[in-house]
Structures are given as C-alpha cells and as structure tokens.
C-alpha cells in the first residue's frame, strides 16, 4: 500500500510571493492534517481535513488556507510569503472518521520550503 | 491552551546504558503517541497509547502512558547507535489536533 506523498519535496520561493503544496494521503484515510515544522516552534498543527471540510486549524494567520478534494487529497496554500515561512511543511493521514476515536496518523516525507 | 513538554531536550548516552524520556502534558488525555525523526526526514510512528496504563514494547523501546499523572515516558533500554534520532510525543486532546512535544535529541555514542 502507497504511503501518504507531498509534492513538491522541495521549494525555493521569493517573498511575497505565494505557494500550494499538494498532499496525497494514503488510499481510504479520509483525514488530512497539515504541519509546520521549524527548528524554533518545533511541529505546529495547521488544519485538518475530513471530507472536504476543516475540522480545526492551529493560530496561524489568514495567508496558511487549505482544502481537501472529494478524492482526499488535499492542498495548502501559503500566500505574501514571508521568510518566517520557511520549514519544512508536513503532512500526515489517518482513518479518522468517528468523533471521540483516536488514530495513529502517517506523515507523508515533507516539503521543503524556502523562502528568500 | 494544551501544552506538552519534554526532558530532557537533548540526550548524549554511551552504547549499553538505558535511559527515560517524559512527556508531560496539560490537559486530561488518554490518546498519546511516539514518534521517531531521523535528520532531514519524516515522522514514524513507534507507539500509540489509547488509555491509562497502557504499556507498549518494541525492541529496545518501551512506552507508557498515566493519564492521571498527565505522563508518558519512553524508556530506552541497552542503548545502541541505531537509536539515535529526535524523539517525539503526540498528544490528541479529542479535537481532532495533535499537539506535539518539543521534541528530544538522542545521541548514542559508541
């Protein structure tokens, strides 16, 4: 079975400029959740997604939106890119569909983003 | 707002010894998981621990979880070099965010 894959696996952007990163989770898994992770914050929630609706999102300012396809795949899109945006984007997958259940989520490898 | 915590943030041990990492967390859950990141790469899961007292084992690694005490601790047994990596805890408060830990560095040395 196909793990959960990112595209791009890296990404070089200017600032102000802005970026959608694709994430496609593994087959069956309905839940989508996005993350950032930087060496000073560590890994910080951005949203998470469930049949094409946005179950909870992290504080992050309006320029971090998502959404997610009838398929479950899902994008995120970073607009007026700032450097304080570079990190590593990841994102992960799990069988959540129940409210009040609990699953393991599989990350997918991860977007490099740079922003100069 | 949840918090999670984890000690030490950074952890040099020789080969053969053991050691424990915890994980405090601020608010009532009985969902937390392990996770292991090598450098550059993703996230893999180790463990998941869905209620209060729950005990799992893989290998040299061993994880459990005391909701009452808002604590989980992995215990890492006979170190080896193979074991270093950034060690992270997860916790799901119900609302369908994982919050995670500060992360922990180990280095094993030989």
């Known amino acids: 079975k196909a793990g959960v894959t990112q595209t791009p696996r890296y990404l070089i952007k200017t600032r102000g400029q802005q970026v959608t990163l694709s994430c496609s989770p593994i087959?069956?898994?309905?839940?989508v959740s996005w993350y950032q992770q930087t060496p000073g914050q560590g890994l910080q929630f951005l949203f998470e997604y469930f049949s094409e609706t946005q179950r909870n999102k992290g504080n992050f300012p309006g320029r971090f939106s998502g959404r997610q396809f009838s398929n479950s795949r899902s994008e995120m899109n970073v607009s007026t890119l700032e450097l304080g945006d570079s990190a590593l984007y990841l994102c992960a997958s799990n069988w959540n569909t129940v409210e009040g259940e609990s699953y393991e989520q599989y990350f997918g490898p991860g977007t490099r983003l740079t922003v100069t | 707002e949840l918090k999670v915590e984890q000690n030490p943030l950074f952890l040099s041990m020789q080969e053969g010894k053991n050691y424990t990492i915890y994980c405090n967390y601020s608010t009532t859950s009985d969902r937390l998981y392990w996770y292991r990141q090598d450098p550059g790469k993703s996230l893999e899961s180790l463990f998941v621990?869905?209620?209060?007292?729950a005990v799992k084992q893989e290998g040299r690694l061993m994880a459990s979880l005391d909701t009452k005490a808002r604590l989980s601790t992995l215990h890492i047994t006979a170190a080896v070099h193979d074991l270093s990596a950034t060690y992270f805890c997860?916790?799901?408060?119900?609302?369908?965010?994982?919050?995670f830990g500060t992360g922990t560095r180990l280095k094993v040395l030989a």
């Open positions: 087959s069956g898994h309905r839940s």
């Open positions: 621990l869905l209620s209060n007292g």
């Open positions: 997860a916790v799901d408060p119900g609302t369908y965010k994982y919050i």
